[in-house]
């Protein structure tokens, strides 16, 4: 596990170190880029930390310990689908306000990050869907033991972002750049569903119920 986790990070240190000698520290396509690029790794961060970590998981465990495994899968059916109806809502609204988002981001200056740093947002932010789904995943793959699986996830999506950024990267550009983004997360989820699957994980949408929640708390 410590060997799939310190490839995947120095991916990472190769991935920004190749974005930076590209595009510098004063270029555009950089500023837009970095800009594009903050706002759904904060909201990332934030979800992880005191929506997933916080309260899925002890619950997600609690339930497990108290009516099985089963009843488990189903409380994660429910908080999934919830996360993932917000999340995409809040997608949504981040999408139209992009612009007014990137010219406070940016303060006005220099001229053409704006438009830019406009379409590379609105490409980046299905990322706070993709993450969200994710983190969840891997709650419950950590709650039943399993580590080498969510330790290989920043090894799997840096892989084609790398690939993108030394034979790609001139031809498509910087939306090509937060596009490959988008596939890596892809990935992070879509490698955790075989073992899922293996131990009994069927995901389907559910709207969770007030009672259901209140049983779920008791």
């Known amino acids: 596990m410590i060997i799939i986790t310190f490839a995947g990070k120095l991916l990472g240190l190769f991935r920004d ?3 930076g000698s590209h595009y510098g520290t004063d270029s555009v396509e950089g500023a837009a880029y ?5 706002l759904p790794r904060n909201f990332m961060d934030i979800m992880f930390a005191a929506v997933v970590t916080a309260n899925f998981i002890p619950v997600f465990n609690l339930v497990m310990q108290k009516r099985g495994r089963d009843a488990a899968y189903e409380t994660s059916y429910r908080f999934i689908s919830l996360i993932v ?5 809040v997608t949504v609204i981040l999408m139209l306000l992009a612009r007014p988002i990137v010219s406070a981001y940016s303060g006005g200056t220099p001229d053409g990050i704006v438009p830019l740093g406009t379409t590379l947002l609105r490409v980046m932010l299905p990322l706070i869907i993709l993450s969200c789904a994710a983190f969840s995943l891997t709650g419950i793959l950590q709650s039943m033991g399993e580590f080498n ?3 290989a996830m920043a090894l799997v999506s840096n892989v084609p972002i790398l ?3 030394i034979f790609f990267l001139n031809k498509f550009g910087t939306i090509g750049l937060c596009a490959v983004f988008l596939l890596g ?3 992070q989820l879509a490698i955790q569903l075989p073992f899922l699957k293996k131990n009994g994980f069927k ?3 559910k709207f969770p119920s ?3 929640i209140r049983k779920d708390e008791d």
């Open 210 to 212: 007030l009672s259901q």
């Open 203 to 205: 995901f389907r949408f």
């Open 163 to 165: 690939v993108y950024l």
């Open 185 to 187: 997360w892809a990935l």
């Open 149 to 151: 699986i969510p330790a």
């Open 85 to 89: 109806y917000l999340s995409a809502a």
């Open 17 to 19: 170190s190749i974005i």
């Open 34 to 38: 970095n800009i594009a690029s903050q």
